[in-house]
DNA sequence: GGCGAATTTGAAAATGATTTTCATTTTTAT
DNA sequence: ATAAAAATGAAAATCATTTTCAAATTCGCC
């Protein structure tokens, strides 16, 4: 109800709760249902449904992301590390576990350039996306 | 019933057309939806059950990959390094008049390199699409 | 401090993709 | 060819996720 300790502005007590739930388990790599029986375990009341919509608002706003697991049983959701959105990079997103690396070193500058003078064209840093695989999921994946 | 045509030792009818579907369709990034409406479409005979198993079993392989998409349709599957050169370079659309150019030149190959030496990450060019400005859109807009 | 509007919640029902079942068909090995 | 093994398809089952809608909560404002 209060929100004394809660910086970030979330409106209801289970949306800081979720925030919270993954402030304080940073390299938690969870299921929907994961959370829901968390809380329900710990006898605190809240619905499936608000937490599939809390989670799509989280992944929606860019703090945490959503990818397929390895295993088969469904969505699962962590924390993005850095979120500190930042126009000065390119993001390196993996096609497997969703996972963003960061791309920001003196080489972005020189590929810029090059598409600029061999290809006319102006990069936008903001809206490109470059899909992979990340270095765990390469060597997962046979070949 | 013949395998006449076929190199891959598929072992049945319908492996080998999804084989075949994949080989025909490189760039294909699908679900497996739309692969039975692929074949519903043509008035071949498949059920909805074996293609499941099929893609199960081609991931399981290696030959395919299986992702989240960024819509929310279910699981999407695309073959895995299209081993044919639609592979081989990058789309930049202009976000502006949506214009593709193709960026098809042996920068690209560095660049390939670079992200998989200091990054760790191995680019699937098939899916990348660099965003930006064309030249004339560029030139047309004030920033 | 409280009232009404707007938003959010939760339980249950609905949805929709994927999996399982099982009788039948096809393939493989002999 | 023939029997055993594996694969198929239609339908039913499963199960994660979404939607519905009435009740509860939060927000804006006086």
């Known amino acids: 109800m209060q929100n004394s300790e809660c910086k970030k ?3 209801t007590r ?10 304080c388990n940073p390299e938690a790599c969870v299921t929907a249902d994961d959370i ?3 809380f329900i375990g710990r006898g605190d009341k809240i619905g499936k449904a608000t937490i ?3 989670l799509d608002r989280m992944v929606e706003s860019g703090e945490i992301k959503k990818f397929l697991s390895d295993g088969g049983e469904g969505a699962m959701y962590q924390l993005i590390d850095g979120g500190n959105g930042c126009d000065r990079h ?3 997103k993996c096609i ?3 996972t963003v690396v ?3 070193c003196e080489f972005m ?3 810029e350039r090059h598409i600029m003078e061999h290809h006319n064209f102006r990069v936008d840093n903001g809206r490109t996306i470059i899909y992979g695989l990340c270095g765990n999921c390469s060597a997962n994946v046979a070949e």
């Open 9 to 11: 502005n979330y409106r």
């Open 102 to 104: 960061h791309m920001d």
């Open 96 to 98: 497997r576990c969703g």
């Open 109 to 111: 500058d020189e590929f």
């Open 90 to 92: 390119f993001h390196l």
């Open 14 to 23: 289970q949306q800081e709760a979720l925030g919270a739930y993954f402030r």
């Open 36 to 38: 829901y029986m968390y």
């Open 52 to 54: 599939y919509r809390s």
